[in-house]
């Protein structure tokens, strides 16, 4: 548990704050699968936390929920105060739109559109102006180091570079969490430590991250590590065997 | 999104795949392109029709002789009973006939006329004075026929301006004498002309020369007993009245001819405007095949449309996702994709409208059919265009939007 996240969270809301959360997949049918079990997670402004996970764990459920691609069948969500359950699939776009910044492990960027394009697109749905999206891509672009990488299409860019544009473009609504999933599986190590330390560098700037990872060097270098197995979520260090143990980062 | 947003976003991903959303828009520039034509020439067809109506009137009977099956209907009717009309008929319909406005009775038969050295084959039509007024002959000079002319067969003629200017050019010819066969005739005038008929045929091919002259001087070898027409055709005051005088006349003819109940008419009635009726029909069923084909076309590029469509969700399913993952709502999904069918079709109807216009116009030049261009013809092929891309761009719209991101994610 990071101190620091602690002190805030007597006077801010709570970015995700679940409450017994529960999914389950083909309820009441033989293949019923209970994905998650009554997980109750707080995570305050400005906290790097990791969950972390083996595959089959659940883990992508709760990425899924927490991102609001998806909602719950039992327990509750807040995003950012807001609960998810009662919304549509349109209302759920622009939550995820304005509360929620996604990484994704393989980029995802849109191949024909160049980096600045890339950044610009989610601003698009918020009915922003165009000029106005393109000065603030722009801003995204230098805040990630690329400013000399605007006009450029993805297939032109590095694997670490990419990974920046898209983290350029879950930044750009300004949203209160950012959301990454395995964000450097596609990346060799030394450049996975690069788009990590930006992270942290994001933290620094009081973003909020979150990180999905199976991967406990890539978890060490949270503030704070969450482990689910089996559908439930374990606070804190590497029990029952599971990884080796590393230092939680102050 | 707004609508530009959406636009430039179309716009974007058309030319992404130009030549596949090129040659989708292509099943709609045939489809908009064969509306157009077709539509053009089945309104040409009708316009041709309602002007032959008008030329022709619909307060007009036309009798001939011979059975109701017509001249060359079957073997019952033989030479003989061809010429079942006479002058003393067209005479007790003028007075027994109420509401009869003009009525005359003519003969008819083909001639050859010479003047000079010029000479041409061409058709004349012995007839009583009302038949001008009947068929709306106007003479443009001379003085026509006097009532000596008519009562003691005056070798006089009357000639229709295709004839008139075959003989003398650019001259009247009133006055000179030409030939008709072997007999010579004077010019005593010249029709203004009418131009082309509604079946086609020239018009101002004829020349007219009294009734008993024609009886006497041109048909001659035929031997027609005295008094005899081959027609007679009458106007009524008011066209309402055409179906009432259409059974009286017929009531006096089977009188007049002794035609026993049940026995078949020794003549024929015609109301010009059942033939009008029977060939709008005609035109009418032409119209309609002609649009089925033109929809046909325009469905299968509708289809065409589909299919691309369907296509490109499938390729394109993981930009959905992310889209959705970003903040796209499904209706942000379903706005973009159905514009870029609507795009791909509206594009196809720009171009469409164009190659079908020209077509037209081609079409119109070119070849024996009518056709009839109005803004009325482009803005229902724009239409078309629209509901094109709108229908057949709802359903892959549909399907795009309602993916579930966290699957379209997932999709590689």
Known sequence: MSPAAGGAATAAVPVILTRALGKVYSAGSEAEVVALKGVD??????????????????????????????????????????????????????????????????????????????????????????????????????AVGLQKREGHLPSELSGGQQQRVAIARALINRPPLLLADEPTGALDSKTGEEILALFQRLRDEGHTVVLITHDADVAAHCDRVLVMKDGELHEGTFQEGLHPQQGVRA | MNVLEILRTAIFALRGNWMRSALTSLGVIIGIAAVIVMVSVGQGTQAEID????????????????????????????????????????????????????????????????????????????VQPEFFDINNWELVQGDGFDAQDYSSAGKVVI?????????????????????????????????????????????????????????????????????????????????????????????????????????????????????????????????????????????????????????????????????MAVGAGPRDVRRQFLAEAMLISLIGGVIGIAIGIGGALLVGKFSELPVELNAKVVGLAAAFAIATGLFFGYYPARKASLLDPIEALRQQ
């Not at chain 2, 619909?58 to 019952?76: E, K, N, T, V």
């Not at chain 2, 295709?162 to 000179?176: A, K, M, N, P």
């Not at chain 2, 010249?190 to 009886?215: A, I, N, S, W």
Request: hydrophobic letters at 40%; aromatic letters at 4%; charged letters at 20%.
């Open chain 1, 41 to 142: 997670v707080r995570i305050m402004p400005g906290e790097f936390v990791a969950i972390m996970g083996p595959s089959g764990s659940g883990k992508s459920t709760l990425m899924n929920l927490v991102g609001c691609l998806d909602t719950p069948t039992s327990g509750q969500y807040l995003c950012d105060g807001v609960d998810v359950a009662t919304l549509d699939a349109e209302e759920l776009a622009v939550l995820r739109r304005d509360k929620i910044g996604f990484v994704f492990q393989g980029f995802n960027l849109l191949p024909r559109m160049s980096a600045l394009e890339n950044v610009a697109m989610p601003m698009g749905y918020a009915n922003i102006r165009r000029a106005e999206r393109l000065r603030r891509a722009s801003e995204a672009m230098a």
């Open chain 2, 51 to 126: 002007k032959m109506v008008s030329g022709l009137g619909s307060q007009r009977l036309d009798i001939s002789a011979g059975s109701g099956r017509g001249p060359g209907g079957g073997a019952r009717m033989s030479a003989g009973s061809f010429f079942t009309l006479t002058e003393d008929d067209v005479e007790a319909i003028r007075s027994d006939v109420q509401n009869v406005q003009y009525v005359a009775g003519a003969l008819r038969g083909n001639t050859q006329v010479v003047f000079a050295e010029n000479n041409a084959s061409t058709s004349w039509q012995g």
């Open chain 2, 159 to 323: 000639l229709g301006d295709t004839v008139r200017r075959t003989l003398f050019g650019d001259d009247s010819g009133i006055g000179q004498t030409i030939r008709l066969g072997r007999v010579p005739f004077t010019v005593a005038g010249t029709l203004k002309p009418k131009g082309q008929g509604g079946f086609g045929q020239d018009q101002d091919d004829v020349v007219m020369v009294p009734l008993e002259t024609g009886r006497r001087r041109l048909l001659g070898s035929m031997g027609l007993p005295p008094g005899t027409v081959m027609q007679i055709a009458l106007t009524v005051t008011d066209a309402k009245d055409l179906d009432f005088v259409q059974g009286e006349v017929e009531a006096l003819l089977r009188q007049r001819h002794k035609i026993q109940p049940g026995e078949e008419d020794d003549f024929n009635v015609r109301n010009i405007s059942q033939i009008v009726a029977t060939r709008t029909a005609t035109t009418n069923l032409m119209s309609k095949l002609l649009g089925a084909v033109a929809g046909i076309c325009l469905i299968i590029g509708g289809i065409g449309i589909m299919n691309i469509m369907l296509v490109s969700v499938t390729e394109r399913i993981r930009e959905i996702g992310l889209r």
